[in-house]
């Protein structure tokens, strides 16, 4: 990509504090807001951890001697709100994709300042709520919080968390409207659609399902909190209400939400394998129209989750099919990425790690979904550890993977510092090897019957979940690594200058860390997004 403007030449930057604390607070600016988000779902991811932690240590032995019944059921309901609705959800739109767009597109800043830090700060009221009801008592319903059990018999605190999930979803919505309208309308001069990076396409159909799936899920959990607080029939069947209607607009918004996590990821993904193949995406506009493709069909097979709960068997005959072929998208990606490599000049960075490390359990985690979008293996598989451990293959082994991977390949540009190779790459094989360790073994705990959700199970299943656990002490220091080493290079970090890596899209023109205004001069783009043909691009780094 060739621009009409050098890297700024100013010293001035977003990460100047002159002004204090007040000018981050009330900032218009895209990449302050997206370092405060960074901050906060750090924050969140670590707290999940916590009860992730909790969850394994109780399972380690066969009997109930850490948690009673009630505590262990509040543990990982509160590990799945804070990990899906609080980091995994917002982790890479938020942080990546806020500070990324206006660079990638060579806009100032995202269509609507205001609204975008608008955005943040209804995050973080949707936040306190649910902070508040973990602090007073937890909720024990579970993350999907299924009726007529949330409806009635649980704690009261699914009100506050049902209210800190609706606010919430009013973020989600507005970020994306905000990325929609700023792919749309503030391309730089030449940046026509097939020139975009595969990030912004990726974000584009991520936005999407944003905007027209979050407000399923908000209304559904604002149903659920007037049914819980003025027993009006909505769930209920003591009311006069219908639990399965819940799972239907609860899932057709949560299978969509999958891709909101997946999407962002595999659009860095891209990015990453294009840098380090020093190669443009083997079949850019497959790998763009798959993102979009991905956005759509995942409104269409919700009803996979139903195939145990009174569905026709003829609507879940439609549903299987419709899920096997949502997964083509998904392949598309994964042999694009390969061929990418493939004749490719390949450097194991440590961002390309993290996105081999995600190739491969991403494939996993996609592959194990054709098992339960089967119905006569789903009968046998539904709720037992075979579905976490798939969930956790896509969401951690996909989502998390392509976050880290993420974080990794644009810290230099974010900061304008390097971080320290060797601790980085430790930690990328800490992470896949721990990982795999964690839950490798729950396919086979599945496979043998043992249900989800339960501290208590047969002696027989202990070797697998102690394999479990030991996994989760390496995965954890896997994570643990980065936001040691990472925050060591702010202050210690080598100076990274304009383009580390030599990659070619627009966000690498500039300086490191972007000045206030993104670029010096308007860019104008003559050539497409990955042009690796100059040997001076390829020779760097």
């Not at 380090?276 to 069909?297: D, N």
């Not at 073994?441 to 697998?464: C, D």
Request: glycine share 10%.
């Amino acid at each position: 990509m060739i621009t009409a403007t050098a890297p700024a030449k100013t010293e001035v930057n977003y990460l100047n504090c002159e002004h204090g604390l007040k000018s981050w607070l009330l900032t218009g600016d895209h990449k302050r807001i997206a370092v405060m988000y960074l901050i906060v779902v750090t924050v969140f991811f670590f707290m999940g951890g916590l009860y992730a932690a909790g969850i394994r240590l109780e399972l380690a032995t066969p009997a109930g001697d850490l948690f009673d019944s009630n505590t262990y059921n509040k543990v990982f309901t509160m590990h799945g709100v804070l990990m899906i609705f609080f980091f995994l959800i917002p982790s890479i739109p938020a942080t990546l994709g806020n500070f990324l767009i206006p660079l990638m597109v060579g806009a100032k800043d995202l269509a609507f300042p205001k609204i975008n830090l608008l955005s943040l700060y209804i995050y973080a009221v949707g936040a306190c709520f649910t902070l508040w009801a973990l602090i007073s008592g937890g909720v024990d319903t579970g993350w999907t919080f299924y009726t007529p059990f949330s409806s009635s018999y649980s704690n009261g605190y699914v009100i506050t968390v049902g209210l800190g999930i609706f606010i919430n979803g009013f973020s989600s919505i507005l970020t994306g409207l905000n990325f929609i309208v700023t792919i749309h309308r503030m391309r730089s001069p030449g940046l026509k659609w097939f020139r975009l990076p595969l990030f912004v396409w990726a974000h584009y159909a991520t936005s999407i399902i944003m905007i027209l799936g979050t407000p399923v899920i908000a209304v559904t959990l604002f149903l659920l909190v007037l049914e819980r607080g003025l027993h009006i029939g909505f769930f209920d069947p003591a009311y006069g209400g219908d639990p399965v209607l819940f799972q239907h607009m609860f899932w057709f918004y949560s299978h969509p939400a999958v891709y909101i996590m997946i999407l962002p990821s595999m659009g860095v993904i891209s990015e990453v394998i294009s840098t380090f193949s020093s190669k443009k995406p083997f079949g850019y506009t497959f790998i763009a129209f798959s993102s979009v493709a991905i956005a759509v069909f995942g409104f269409l097979v919700w009803g996979h989750h139903l195939f145990v709960a009174s569905q026709s068997t003829y609507a879940g005959l439609v549903f299987s099919i419709l899920s096997y072929i949502v997964a083509i998208p998904s392949a598309i990606k994964v042999f694009n990425w390969t061929a990418t490599m493939y004749n490719g000049r390949v450097r194991l960075t440590t961002p390309m790690l993290y996105a081999l490390g995600f190739i491969g359990l991403f494939t996993i985690g996609g592959l194990t979904g054709l098992f339960l979008a089967s119905m006569g293996l789903d009968v046998h598989l539904t709720d037992t550890y075979f579905v976490v451990a798939h969930f956790h293959y896509v969401m951690v082994g996909g989502a998390i993977l392509g976050y880290l991977a993420g974080i990794h390949f644009w810290w230099p540009k974010m900061f304008g510092v390097m971080y320290p190779e060797t601790p980085s790459k430790i930690s990328a094989w800490l992470v896949f090897l721990g990982f795999n360790l964690t839950f490798f073994p729950q396919f086979i705990l599945g496979y043998m019957g043992m249900p989800r959700r339960y501290h208590i199970y047969p002696p027989e299943f202990q070797v697998f979940n102690v394999l479990s656990s030991a996994g989760a002490s390496i995965l954890g220091i896997g994570f643990l690594l980065p936001a040691i080493y990472l925050t060591w290079s702010l202050k210690y970090g080598k100076p990274a200058g304009p383009n580390p890596w030599g990659s070619t899209t627009l966000e690498w023109q500039t300086a490191s860390p972007p000045p206030p205004t993104n670029f010096d001069v308007t860019p104008v783009i003559t050539k497409e997004a990955y042009d690796y043909s100059h040997e001076e691009v390829l020779d760097i780094g």
